[in-house]
């Protein structure tokens, strides 16, 4: 709940287990003896790539809020994007963030971010090492907007930021802007590609119209830009 509260853009957050198949109904026992009675296994949709490896799901055993419950048994490995970027995330070590994806509840543009998690304190050194010590994935759910509001809007009064999925900037790629009313243009002063989950974002920065009143100088516009990028590298 803490992590929540820390950061707004958050949806739901869940535990994702790696289950062999032959262990798959031992695993659902356990669900159902320790906090969920009713709780089944199901896919979002057939599995289509035949290179995958079926004899292992990757079963949600845990979410939270409450109202994410409705994810509670999945098996994300049966979308090959959301399984590619778990097995990204396992076998690097480091949280792996998805492309864009829409809730089927909410309708609402949203990002996956993997985080894996191993028996040993820190991760193998090699990535055979740390498929065999793998243990489960801390899997979180953020809203776009929501997301990239509460990072941005603090700037939104001197810097006009438009953020992208990936390194083009146009309407396909396009995810926040703290003034969507200047979307039209796509000219800015600055372009700057960061990366965040092992995903690169393009930002689009121009000064806002209160920015130019304000501090008409180019010493406050590389303090601005300066904290910004502070902001999202952190």
């Given amino acids: 709940a803490q992590f929540m509260d820390r950061y707004p853009g958050i949806h739901g957050v869940s535990v994702v287990w790696p289950v062999e198949k032959r262990h798959l109904p031992e695993f659902v026992r356990r669900q159902r003896a320790d906090h969920a009675p009713d709780f089944t296994?199901?896919?979002?949709?057939?599995?289509?790539?035949?290179?995958?490896?079926?004899?292992?799901?990757?079963?949600?055993?845990?979410?939270?809020?409450?109202?994410?419950?409705?994810?509670?048994?999945?098996?994300?490995?049966?979308?090959p994007m959301r399984r590619k970027v778990a097995e990204r995330a396992r076998d690097s070590g480091s949280p792996a963030l998805s492309s864009q994806i829409q809730l089927s509840a909410e309708h609402r543009p949203a990002f996956l971010l993997f985080l894996p998690f191993y028996r040993t304190v820190q991760p193998p050194a090699t990535v055979d090492e740390r498929?065999?010590?793998?243990?489960?994935?801390?899997?979180?759910?953020?809203?776009?907007?929501?997301?990239?509001?509460?990072?941005?809007?603090?700037?939104?009064d001197e810097i006009d930021v438009t953020v992208f999925d990936g390194e083009k900037a146009d309407m396909e790629t396009y995810l926040y802007s703290t003034h969507p009313e200047t979307n039209e243009s796509m000219s800015f002063e600055l372009v700057n590609v960061f990366s965040h989950g092992q995903r690169n974002f393009l930002l689009g920065i121009r000064k806002a119209p209160g920015f130019i009143s304000a501090h008409n100088s180019s010493w406050s516009w590389i303090v601005a830009l300066g904290s910004l990028v502070a902001l999202l590298m952190g």
């Fill in 131 to 156: 498929r065999r010590e793998f243990l489960l994935w801390i899997n979180a759910v953020f809203i776009s907007d929501e997301f990239f509001g509460q990072l941005l809007d603090s700037y939104s």
């Fill in 41 to 79: 296994t199901w896919t979002s949709e057939p599995m289509v790539d035949k290179s995958t490896d079926s004899s292992v799901f990757y079963i949600v055993g845990f979410s939270e809020p409450e109202s994410a419950n409705e994810y509670l048994g999945l098996d994300i490995g049966s979308n």
